[in-house]
């Protein structure tokens, strides 16, 4: 007998109404205020898992691969995903036909093998501790025989395992696991190789057609966390049937401070509208009045308060540049004037060496010119090509009018490129409208402070500037940390050494040099043009 069809509009089969019935009679509240009670889901959660669990109407093959569980701190995203991994280990999770009703019926896995993945020890606990308890207090113990271990899952008579994993990507390609939970993917980043083992994970489930469920909170905006990559993923494509996002966010108003007294009404209900049934005060297990003191703690700050109990996307705070700000800046235009400032940032080995402008008008528009990066096979006789950067700063002088030609000088590394081109091109003289070369301390200081809070002003207002968007700018900005030196004043830093923020660093203090570009142009054109040996 087929499923029985609709009894609503928008009703479709799902193994989730009785896996919710197996939960409640199998598994009993981990920790908390509701501790050794039976499961009682609230209906935003059997939602999420009928969700989850559909099937095809016809075959009856579970139709998500994959999913994310997103939402605010305590909310019970690792219960939930302990849920999860306990029934796709024993649970009716494989299809297994229609009873007389019409309803599917479902089976556990043959073999089951279940992964709990995160970058760190500590995080796969989190999760994996939560399993162990409400296993330890299950009648599953006994009828089927499972050895509960501090470091795997199994069956004692057949083959069968749960398992918390952190090592390295390439050591779990392969491994045909029928589902695994991706835990806190909000802190899976490239430099841990985060992006690797998400995609090992889908891979080797996909090998079995199993499923895989990432928690976490919302994630930091600019830190490309797996998270991050989920939530763009949805936006592309959120009418996907086989990828399930599921997120509640408060959608805060940015324009009000969550910690100024007067706001408190707005605060409070965002709370109650994004913790729903999980909130005390509606029979869950979390206590707002608690939550909002956290919110008003002086440590915690707005991007935590946005992200960890809005559920709202944010920067980190720790990152120089919005990625929504990039976006938001970025122009394709056709008509560009010639009179620019040409910047140069780099290194003799290491780094990168990067070459790009800004024009000189009412709204200036930044572009990159040339990028050079170290080859990651690179031996240790690699160096930067002199020549092809000497080559695109003359291309660059021949096809445009250039009116300033900056370059940082707090390192010393390229100082006879430097004198060669004062040499060359002349130092620059504003006031008589002479010469090109200029240096820049970049290391730090008041005036490199000035120059990164003018250009994250004028990005917030949007309209000030513009740029062309190029990947490795953009790259280079979303690498950008901001740090502050023992003075208090502010400076372009990296997280760590391999990632390169050199485009980042150009485009800043070539936005600081924009007035001082108009000025020689201004000069410049007063007086009869002063022209430069180009050797």
Not at 197 to 209: I, L, P
Not at 296 to 311: C, G, K, Q
């Amino acid at each position: 007998m087929p499923w029985r069809g609709p009894e609503y509009d928008g009703e479709f089969p799902s193994l989730g109404w009785a896996l919710v019935d197996w939960w409640q009679d199998h598994f009993k509240v981990p920790a908390g205020e509701h501790y050794g009670k039976p499961f009682a889901l609230t209906d935003e959660q059997i939602e999420f898992f009928v969700r989850l669990y559909r099937v095809d109407p016809v075959t009856g093959q579970r139709v998500v691969r994959r999913a994310t569980r997103r939402g605010a701190k305590g909310k019970g995203k690792s219960p939930e995903g302990a849920l999860f991994v306990g029934a796709e280990f024993c649970g009716p999770v494989v299809f297994d036909g229609w009873n007389a009703a019409g309803e599917p019926v479902g089976r556990p896995q043959n073999f089951p093998w279940v992964q709990v993945a995160a970058v760190s020890e500590e995080q796969t606990g989190n999760l994996y501790l939560v399993l162990r308890e409400m296993l330890a207090d299950s009648s599953l113990i006994d009828d089927l025989g499972i050895d509960l271990g501090k470091t795997r899952v199994e069956f004692r008579n057949g083959p069968g395992r749960i398992e918390p994993v952190t090592a390295s990507a390439g050591a779990r390609e392969g491994q045909p696991i029928t589902g695994g939970v991706l835990e806190e993917t909000h802190l899976w980043f490239p430099s841990q190789g985060g992006q690797k083992m998400a995609a090992v994970m889908r891979r080797n489930a996909g090998k079995t057609g199993g499923c895989t469920l990432e928690t976490t909170n919302a994630p930091a905006l600019g830190e490309r966390s797996v998270a991050e990559d989920s939530a763009d993923a949805h936006r592309k494509n959120h009418k996907a049937l086989d990828v399930l996002y599921d997120s509640v966010s408060a959608g805060w108003d940015r324009s009000l401070d969550p910690k100024k007294a007067g706001n408190k009404p707005a605060v409070m209900k965002a709370l109650r509208h994004v913790y729903g049934a999980a909130a005390l005060s509606a029979g869950g297990w979390v206590d707002l009045d608690r939550i909002y003191a956290e919110i008003l703690d002086p440590a915690t700050t707005t991007s935590e308060v946005l992200r960890f109990y809005f559920n709202d996307e944010a920067k980190a705070d720790s990152k120089a540049f919005d990625p929504a700000k990039i976006a938001a800046t970025k122009r394709n235009r056709r008509k560009i004037p010639t009179e620019k400032i040409l910047m140069f940032d780099g290194a003799r080995t290491r780094d990168c060496s990067v070459l790009s402008s800004w024009t000189i008008e009412a709204t200036p528009h930044h572009q990159c010119v040339r990028v050079w990066e170290r080859p990651a096979n690179a031996d240790d006789t690699y160096e930067h090509p002199r020549s092809e950067i000497n080559g695109a700063v003359l291309d660059f002088m021949h096809d445009n009018d250039c009116v300033l030609f900056v370059y940082d000088s707090s390192f010393h590394e390229l100082a006879g490129m430097y004198d060669a081109w004062t040499e060359d091109f002349g130092e620059a003289n504003p006031d008589k409208g002479t010469g090109l070369m200029v240096g820049y301390p970049t290391a730090g200081g008041s005036r490199m402070d000035a120059a990164i809070r003018r250009l994250l002003e004028d990005m917030d207002n949007e309209k000030q500037f513009t740029h062309d968007g190029d990947t490795k700018i953009t790259e280079h900005l979303l690498n950008t940390m901001l740090a502050r030196k023992p003075s208090g004043q502010m400076a372009l830093a990296k997280e760590k050494d391999s990632l390169k923020i050199d485009g980042a660093v150009t485009m800043t203090f070539g936005y600081d040099m924009v007035p001082t570009g108009r000025l020689m142009l201004s000069n410049r054109q007063a007086a009869p043009p002063i022209y430069v040996a180009l050797s």
